[in-house]
Structures are given as C-alpha cells and as structure tokens.
T-cell receptor, first 114, second 111 residues
Framework: EAQVTQNPRYLITVTGKKLTVTCSQN?????MSWYRQDPGLGLRQIYY???????DKGDVPEGYKVSRKEKRNFPLILESPSPNQTSLYFC???FGRGSTDTQYFGPGTRLTVL | KQEVTQIPAALSVPEGENLVLNCSFT??????LQWFRQDPGKGLTSLLL?????REQTSGRLNASLDKSSGRSTLYIAASQPGDSATYLC??????????FGQGTRLTINP
C-alpha cells in the first residue's frame, strides 16, 4: 500500500530532551516536507527537501533540523525542544514539484513538550 | 505573500443536502489547488487536485472548481452523508516548494 508513515504517533517529552520524529514514504517520491498544525494558525511548513541531500527552510524552521540521506526517509529533529513546539506534525511527499503532483500526508505526530 | 481564506469556518447541514465550501486566495500565480479532508486525530486525505490551467475536477459526489482570475475555488458535495463530516482544507501551491493552507471548514452532516 502506498503510504507515508510517521513515528511516533504520540510523544510527551520534557524541555531540552532531544528527539527525532521519523517519516518514511514507499512511493519513490522526490519531494518531502514537514508541516506543523496549530489551532488558529493552520498548517505551516517547517522544512522541505527536493531530493536526497537537498533541503531548505520553510516558513517556521527555528528550533528544527532535518536530513535527507535516503530518498524514502526525512526525519525531523528537535535538538532542544521547548513548550512552544507542542503541536501536531505532518510529513508530506509528492512525486515531483509539478502542477500535477498530488501531495500525500502522513497520519501525524502529536507532540507535547512539558 | 499568498494567503488562503475559507468561509465558513463551520457548517452544519441535514443529510442529503447539496453544499458548497468556499476557498479564496490572494495571488493568482499558482501551480495548482488541492482540497483535503481531515478527520479528527488523523492525517490529511487528498480529495481533488486542480491544475492552474484547469477549471474543475470531479470525483464521485465531489466537484471542485477553480477561477484563478478571481482567486476562488469551490468544493461542491452532492447528496451529503454523515460520513462526509470532517474538516475540509483548501491549499494552493504557489511554487514548487510548498502548500499554503486555509484554516479549514468544519463540516457536520446531521442524520
């Protein structure tokens, strides 16, 4: 089944404790990105990647890191999480960057930072 | 800066009615527009994608239209069912890099 998977789905952590949220897609997609969803603010892009070893900042990159060492994986790293990073996180992927490319989203990771 | 607005924020209708959800965007220079469905606690499911050169797309009971010149899109749902209850999100792709989302319309279909 074609899908985007994220792990963990739920995470409660404390301020300053490094964590990684994994994202994997099995559709051989070139383009991957991370979004966060907050009440009243909607979905905002954190980082995106056009291909392996190519990443760039989105609208709200502060406090996050990403890497793209393999085509299928795009982990989101919070080196020192803070309470304002409590949010619902989504990973997305698409085949390319064209006008016909549908973006597919993972199931989300609900993160709480105490 | 591209901004996307969805009105109304919430809508409640009886089962069987036809309904229209609205989406407006400020910059007509877009690659495409996508409509998503989001169920509580779950991810986003793509419903329809309209390329910038297209006027509409249809899938089953859903029909989405796009008027780039006026910066508007509508999602028409025919013969609504309780299973259609969800939040519907409109997103435009202003460039290759990202989607810009509206705040969504929370739809409730009453049996």
């Amino acid at each position: 089944e074609a899908q985007v998977t994220q792990n963990p789905r739920y995470l409660i952590t404390v301020t300053g404790k490094k964590l990684t949220v994994t994202c994997s897609q099995n559709m051989n997609h070139e383009y991957m990105s991370w979004y966060r969803q907050d009440p009243g603010l909607g979905l905002r892009q954190i980082y995106y990647s056009m291909n392996v070893e190519v990443t760039d900042k989105g609208d709200v990159p502060e406090g996050y890191k990403v890497s793209r060492k393999e085509k299928r994986n795009f982990p989101l790293i919070l080196e020192s999480p803070s309470p304002n990073q409590t949010s619902l996180y989504f990973c997305a992927s698409s085949f390319g960057r064209g006008s016909t490319d549908t973006q597919y989203f993972g199931p989300g990771t609900r993160l709480t930072v105490l | 800066k591209q901004e996307v607005t969805q009105i109304p924020a919430a809508l409640s209708v009886p089962e069987g009615e036809n309904l229209v959800l609205n989406c407006s965007f400020t910059d007509s220079a877009i690659y495409n527009l996508q409509w998503f469905r989001q169920d509580p606690g779950k991810g986003l499911t793509s419903l329809l994608l309209i390329q910038s050169s297209q006027r509409e797309q249809t899938s089953g009971r859903l029909n989405a239209s796009l008027d780039k010149s006026s910066g508007r899109s509508t999602l028409y749902i025919a013969a609504s069912q309780p299973g259609d209850s969800a939040t519907y999100l409109c997103a435009v792709r202003p460039g290759a890099q990202k989607l810009v989302f509206g705040q969504g319309t929370r739809l409730t279909i009453n049996p």
